[in-house]
């Protein structure tokens, strides 16, 4: 099974706020659902360098409990604490212009976008081509608008026999004749597809009908207006590590156990509608079988926000996590607005 990192194990917490119960027993019995809290291992209220759990409540009954809860983490064994707070992800879009001042008879407009393929290693040798399309005929093109706009009727007909789920073809200013190309964003399905970012590259070319050689011409240019960012704490993010993550804790055959796994037996909580912030506590054990073993491992919290106001409930988390660890060794506050 593919994997999210390099950690033998990784453990997930999701809530949206931090518990106002001190213990395991009154947070087990009243907490609200989604609401997390870090722990003393013996269950008691968080303590400067006592080896610590981390408690997450639900109203899911799956697993025959109505909490989930981490492994005991030691205090002295947490290499780093790791805060990263939501951004929102960035699709790669690419401008092409250039067709005002080049219209020209017995001329080929060509738009090509270069796909490259999500199914492979996205590697240069694994692509599919796109391309729309305008011819001018005896006479040169009335505006620049109607080539640009048979274009992008000639770029959207290919892309549609794909299925059209890949680009975006706009003309974002009325008062321009430019097109903008932009990726989709891409939904993820748990376990099958990532929804990984749409990766592309755009050409634009001009041709001379009448000439011999059909060089390109050069006058039409491509610039780049954003590139690909996957962003942090983004719902696609969690749902995708959620169904690593689980794997580790609860089916690690993954759907091989049939007939016990004809029901759902794993609970999940992410959801890609919301945002999150993430905290990544880097750990290891020390096994000794038959030699001593160090095992790196990770716990991450994820904490959802929905604005800047939300990042109060991450700074809760993080100063139980002081409170245990000791202030140098855990980040500082995100702002709240």
Known sequence: MSVFGPNQVEELIIGNAVAAETTAATFIASASDKEIKVL???????AAGE?????????STITGLNYEFSDTIPADQVDKVILKEYSAETLKSVRVEGFDGNLVANTTYAVEIRHFSDNSS???ENFSVVTGYYVSGAAAPASAAVVRDGIVASLNHNLNRNGGADFVITTPD???TDILITGKAQVAVPGKITGRQVEFEVTAKQFDNTALNHDNLGLLTTTLVASNNPGNGTGKYAVNLEWFTKGYKYEVYRQTGFPADFT????FYASQSLNYNAIHIKYKKSRISPTVEEQPRVLTILVERANLAGNSNTNDVLTDLRTVLGVGNVPVDLAVV
């Open 264 to 267: 759902e037996r794993t609970p």
């Open 174 to 176: 009325a008062t321009e």
């Open 40 to 46: 003393s291992a013996d269950g008691t209220a968080p």
């Open 122 to 124: 996205l590697s240069p």
């Open 51 to 59: 080896d610590f759990k981390i408690l997450q409540k639900t109203a």
